[in-house]
């Protein structure tokens, strides 16, 4: 019997996003002013930034690098001209009254990126119809003066990219899975440090829906003030509810901006939705055109990192690790860098196996680290006293329960590994005849699971082993436990 036609299921989402990256350049886009993050209110601020009459914009060179390595790691055209608009609306922290941003001639163009998709269980190409510059406007601040709003302009004139994507994201989870992916390439390509908390990583989504099947795209909304890629999933969810709401009531959906309020789960009016020509663009009469050349082209695309889809594939190839595994680990360069110094070090000492480190960065590190919430730059071990630890562990030096003894004591303690396996007395017993005497102990202790054994009950053999690791405090070889049990249980047969 075929499952029942719900609303959810006879209408199909539309989603394109809008994502605004603060570059990582040291000034910003048109004058020489600090781009720091925190510094107290308008300490950041010249005639230049603050559009004072008569000042004259002059292009940061390392803002236009920034956008061409930016453009060549989405697989976009560089333009060899392009040229900056005025886009003409009236915000309080806006000094000029206009923004300086691109229009007609974007730097880049036809982008794409490839995430694995939710929904079609494999990779999907989502297009990126652009990527442009443009200057970052202030920031209107409703705090610190009773009853009182103020405007802080550190942030005017920060340089921003904004990479627009085509409506090919079919569902908040694969809009998730382009943002993540989409982080991941500019904190690689070092152009963005993608703190969404601080607005330096932000994202705009435009969401509508339409009859499946339908050629022409529904009226679209656009969703502002997500601050995190979690909020982006759940705006957009209860978007698409909002609007197949309204249309299964026989009311239409109105084209405007939406603000998210992630307290209360849901959004509400903002403003109308503008349209290109309500913005009254024109040619900025301050800037030249931007003229690039093949060869400066290929000179920043010499300084490309290795990005993520290609490290991940070369874990695999290299340390023969799962495409979840490698996925994980490529999620940051921070975190691939940490892995693989990891399994650099177990292998000098003897002990190549990836998969062991692998598993202890993401299982155990990473666990305790999100339990912590810190990230990987925050760990208090050191990647090459894990990778001592796992090699310890490979040469039988630590059982699983003093490895993990061993490593909360790293990461609260600190220390050198094999100091503390020393003064800790860690080091795991293979010695047959003690762990013999621990079998024969076990064994006498407790006849009557031996009973069962021979009975045929053979999940008892567990219990055992059980306890002769608790009679060694952990310490024997698991191997060689379960080795001289089997074989005293036979003798007894």
């Not at 920034?66 to 040229?83: D, F, H, N, V």
């Not at 991941?184 to 989504?205: H, K, P, Q």
């Not at 990647?383 to 993990?404: E, F, P, R, Y």
């Not at 001289?484 to 007894?492: P, S």
Request: net charge negative; with cysteine.
């Amino acid at each position: 019997m075929s499952p029942p036609i719900t609303s959810q299921s006879r209408y199909e989402t539309v989603i394109g996003l809008e994502v605004h990256a603060q570059m990582r350049t040291r000034s910003k886009i048109f004058c020489g002013c600090a781009t720091q993050f925190g510094a107290e209110a308008n300490t950041q601020i010249c005639p230049i930034c603050a559009a004072f009459p008569g000042v004259l914009p002059v292009l940061n060179r390392e803002v236009v690098n920034m956008a061409i390595k930016t453009g060549l790691a989405i697989q976009g055209q560089i333009r060899l001209l392009s040229e900056f608009s005025r886009k003409n609306y009236f915000y309080p922290d806006l000094p000029a009254g206009y923004q300086i941003s691109q229009y007609e001639l974007p730097i880049v163009e036809h982008g794409q990126l490839v995430i694995a998709s939710p929904l079609d269980q494999g990779p999907k190409k989502i297009g990126i119809t652009r990527i442009h510059m443009e200057v970052d406007a202030g920031k209107s601040l409703h705090e610190g003066i009773q009853g009182a709003s103020w405007v802080d302009l550190n942030r005017t004139g920060t340089p921003l990219m904004e990479i627009v994507s085509e409506p090919d994201l079919r569902s908040a989870a694969e809009a998730g899975e382009y943002l993540k992916k989409l982080r991941a390439i500019v904190r690689y390509l070092g152009v963005c440090d993608g703190n969404m908390e601080e607005g330096s990583f932000r994202c705009d989504a435009n969401v509508s829906i339409r009859l499946r099947g339908a050629p022409i795209l529904g009226t679209r909304c656009e969703l502002k003030n997500l601050n995190s890629i979690r909020n982006v999933m759940r705006a957009i969810d209860y978007e698409v509810e909002r609007q197949i709401e309204l249309i299964d009531n026989g009311d239409s959906v109105i084209q405007e901006t939406r603000l998210w309020n992630a307290d209360l789960n849901s959004s509400r009016a903002m403003r109308g939705k503008e349209d290109a020509h309500d913005y009254r663009y024109f040619p900025e009469p301050d800037l030249p055109p931007l003229r690039l050349t093949p060869e400066r082209i290929a000179a920043v695309a010499a300084t490309l990192p290795e990005l993520p889809d290609a490290k991940a594939e070369r874990f695999r190839t290299q340390y023969q690790l799962s495409d979840y595994d490698a996925g994980v680990l490529t999620a940051s360069q921070e975190l691939a860098d940490y892995f693989e110094a990891v399994a650099q070090q177990a292998a000098t000492l003897g002990q190549p196996n990836p998969k062991v480190a692998a598993n202890w960065v993401m299982v155990e590190l990473g666990g305790r680290l999100n339990k912590e919430n810190w990230d990987i730059q925050q760990t208090p071990i050191p990647a090459h006293h894990l990778g001592q630890l796992v090699a310890m562990i490979q040469q039988g030096i630590l059982s699983g329960k003093t490895a993990k003894e061993l490593f909360e004591i790293l990461f609260t303690e600190g220390g050198d590994p094999l100091q503390i396996v020393e003064r800790k007395g860690l080091r795991q017993v293979t010695n047959s005849t003690a762990i013999e005497e621990a079998v024969d102990q076990v064994l006498a202790a407790h006849p009557e699971d031996v009973a069962q054994y021979h009975a045929g009950k053979t999940k008892v053999i567990g219990f055992l082993v059980g306890q002769i690791m608790k009679r060694t405090q952990g310490k024997a070889n698991p191997a060689l436990v379960n080795q001289l049990l089997q074989a005293r249980l036979t003798r007894q047969e």
